[in-house]
Structures are given as structure tokens and as C-alpha cells.
């Protein structure tokens, strides 16, 4: 990355979801190396490793099946212009024969209704002030249905759905939205997975360059890539 496209971070704030471990801390590690403060919205607020050895890192409490937690999350983080919807819940089960609907319904607070909510809340304050980004964590499992993952792939589905969306009504209001669909990734919820698994550190990376660069999709990792170009003749 050249100097001019590390001063886009300088001085801006950013919202990162689930940042205590894998990708989310990953993130919140690269955005306050590139000096952007960085509110780092997790369950539990003492729980995050090295918030103390980041000045830039700003604990703050998210939990997203709970929309008054969302909210009050809302008013403290208003000012922020890049927001990393990167939490996410994995209950890896079937969707159709599942041992609980309730897990599948987590899911779908957690990767879609959360995000949906803080888009509606943060997108109008964006617009506002002429400038923002949105990255959505998604997957190649929104394009691919895993049956072991069933109603996690069908929440990452929606969430794309969402992307698109966000995308088509934002982009006139200067606000851009970044989709990520990383393969198998070497963090906490696909550690029983037996596949090959890019780091979180790379996939932070390549989120990083997205944001400098023209890039509104990017699947970091080499199981994504190796799908990418598989499906991409067939896509719009
Ligand atoms: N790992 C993979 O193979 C993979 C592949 C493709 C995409 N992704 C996506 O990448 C993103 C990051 O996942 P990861 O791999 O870094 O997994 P991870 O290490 O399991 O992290 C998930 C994060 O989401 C948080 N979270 C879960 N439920 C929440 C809730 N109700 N409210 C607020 N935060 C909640 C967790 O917090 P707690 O610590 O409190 O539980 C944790 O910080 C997710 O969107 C995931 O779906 C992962």
C-alpha cells in the first residue's frame, strides 16, 4: 500500500463487530495501525486482549440479538464513516432437520437483522455527511448451500441479498458497500473444519487494500478464489 492510500485511514473512526477475536480483532489491529480510531463493539467489553495496548481501541458493548443493544451502540457511535459488520454466528447445524429453529433464528439476528439495523441507523448520518463505507462479512457459503452450516448459509444468503441492496440505494448517497466472501478461515468457528484456511491477518489485509481500491467484492483466500472463478461466467 502506497502513502496516499494509507492517509485514507488517518483520522477516520470505525465500527468493527465482534473484534475480541479472529477476524474482528484482526481488523481492529489493522485499522489503529493505519491511525483510525476504532470503536470495537463486543459482548463483553473487558473481554478484548489488547484494547489496553491500542490507544486507538475503544471497547464498546454490542450484543445483536438484543436490538436496545444495538441502539444505545448506535448513539455513542455516531460519527463513525467505515463500519465492519464482521460479527457473525455459526451454530453449524442443518437448516432443514435442525435440532433447534431457535439457533437458526440467532443466526439471522446475528449475520442479517443486525447489520440491517445499523445500516438503517448509521447510512442517513453517512449521507449526511457525504462520505461512508459499509464492509458486510459474508462467505462463499451465501452462494453455495453447506448442509452442515444449513441456516448459517442461509443467513450469509440473505446478508449478500442485503449487500446488494444497501449497495443499489446508497451508492447516490456517496456511501459505498463492500461485500467479503472469504473460504474456510483460521479463526475460532471453523476450528473443527479439516480444510485448508487462510489467516485472518490476510484477510484483513485484503479488506484493507478493498477499501483503497475500486473493489466492491473481494474473496480473499485461495478456496474463495478457486470458487470465484468457477461461478463468476454465471453471475450478473
Ligand atoms: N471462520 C470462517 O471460516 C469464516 C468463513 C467465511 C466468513 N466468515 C465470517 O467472518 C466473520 C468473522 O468470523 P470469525 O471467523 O472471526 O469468527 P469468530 O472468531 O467466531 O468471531 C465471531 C465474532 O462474532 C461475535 N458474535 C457472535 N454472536 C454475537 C452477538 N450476538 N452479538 C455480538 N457479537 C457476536 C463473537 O463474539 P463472542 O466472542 O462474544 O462470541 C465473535 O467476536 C463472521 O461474519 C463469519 O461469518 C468466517
Not at 475480541?20 to 470503536?39: E, T
Not at 463492500?178 to 479463526?187: A, Q
Amino acid at each position: 500500500m502506497n502513502s496516499k492510500s494509507e492517509s485514507f485511514f488517518e483520522g477516520r473512526t470505525a465500527l468493527v463487530t465482534g473484534a475480541n477475536g479472529g477476524l474482528g480483532l484482526a481488523l481492529a489491529r489493522a485499522l489503529a495501525d493505519r491511525d483510525c480510531k476504532v470503536y470495537a463493539a463486543v459482548r463483553n467489553p473487558d473481554n478484548i486482549a489488547d484494547a489496553s495496548n491500542y490507544r486507538l481501541i475503544i471497547p464498546v458493548r454490542l450484543d445483536l440479538t438484543d436490538p436496545d443493544s444495538i441502539d444505545a451502540l448506535i448513539t455513542l457511535v455516531a460519527d463513525v464513516s467505515l463500519v465492519f459488520n464482521n460479527a457473525g454466528s455459526n451454530r453449524q447445524d442443518s437448516a432443514l432437520f435442525c435440532r433447534s429453529e431457535g439457533a437458526a433464528r440467532e443466526e439471522m439476528e446475528v449475520n442479517f437483522f443486525g447489520p440491517l439495523r445499523l445500516a438503517r441507523a448509521l447510512a442517513p448520518l453517512m449521507k449526511d455527511r457525504g462520505e461512508g463505507t459499509f464492509v458486510n462479512l459474508l462467505s462463499i457459503l451465501a452462494f453455495e448451500h453447506l448442509v452442515e452450516c444449513g441456516s448459517y448459509s442461509a443467513s450469509k444468503a440473505a446478508a449478500h441479498s442485503l449487500t446488494q441492496g444497501m449497495r443499489a440505494q446508497l451508492q447516490p448517497w456517496g456511501v459505498r458497500v463492500i461485500g467479503v466472501y472469504p473460504g474456510p478461515m483460521d479463526t475460532a468457528m471453523s476450528a473443527s473444519l479439516p480444510l485448508p484456511k487462510v489467516s485472518p491477518e490476510v484477510v484483513a489485509t485484503a479488506i484493507m487494500s478493498a477499501l483503497v481500491s475500486r473493489d466492491d467484492e473481494i474473496y480473499p483466500g485461495d478456496i474463495a478464489q478457486e470458487f470465484h472463478t468457477k461461478w463468476r461466467p454465471y453471475r450478473g
